[in-house]
């Protein structure tokens, strides 16, 4: 029982771990044009 559990576990932060990278790669990439935005404007 505690295997299954920690199995799943190990699974739901597999795949937690691709979203929160996926989501902080797209925050990434937008902070990093309003950046590059604001440099073009100053």
Same mark, same amino acid.
């Not at 505690?2 to 771990?17: A, F, M």
């Not at 902080?24 to 937008?30: D, G, M």
């Given at each position: 029982?505690?295997?299954?559990?920690?199995?799943?576990?190990?699974?739901?932060?597999?795949?937690?771990?691709?979203? &929160?990278?996926?989501? *902080? !790669? &797209?925050?990434?990439? *937008? !902070?990093?044009?309003?950046?590059?935005?604001?440099?073009?404007?100053?």
């Amino acid at each position: 029982f505690k295997d299954q559990y920690y199995e799943r576990w190990l699974r739901w932060g597999i795949t937690n771990y691709r979203k &929160v990278l996926g989501i *902080v !790669s &797209v925050i990434f990439l *937008v !902070s990093f044009c309003l950046v590059s935005l604001l440099l073009d404007i100053g």
